[in-house]
């Protein structure tokens, strides 16, 4: 059964910064491609950033330089550093396997002003 559970979401001022993690399990991990999305409330899910196996990334044109996706291919996880945090970028935050139908549950980001 696959498994993509996130966490790190929570309240924070604008300006702020946030760790995210998406810890998997039951696929082989290090040969997929891992995905971050967002949805923000009224919003559809966007894309936020992907990093490949080999740990080439590709974000988002209006995240670059503030965001940061990485990988850790012992534990399995996936992580998004996200600093400078502006209130735009409240929304859930999912975790995607590239190519796959298999998603996390989400986890709440809201950047106060």
């Known amino acids: 059964q696959v498994q993509l559970v996130e966490s790190g979401g929570g309240l924070v001022q604008a300006g702020g910064s946030l760790r995210l993690s998406c810890v998997t399990s039951?696929?082989?991990?290090?040969?997929?491609?891992m995905e971050w999305y967002r949805q923000g409330p009224g919003n559809q899910r966007d894309f936020v950033a992907r990093?490949?196996?080999?740990?080439?990334?590709t974000y988002a044109d209006s995240l670059k330089g503030r965001f940061t996706i990485s990988r850790d291919n012992v534990q399995n996880t996936v992580y998004l550093q996200m600093n400078s945090l502006k209130p735009e970028d409240t929304a859930v935050y999912y975790c995607?396997?590239?190519?796959?139908?298999?998603w996390g549950q989400g986890t709440q980001v809201t950047v106060s002003s």
């Open positions: 995607h396997v590239y190519g796959r139908t298999y």
């Open positions: 990093i490949n196996n080999s740990g080439r990334t």
């Open positions: 039951g696929i082989i991990f290090n040969i997929y491609a």
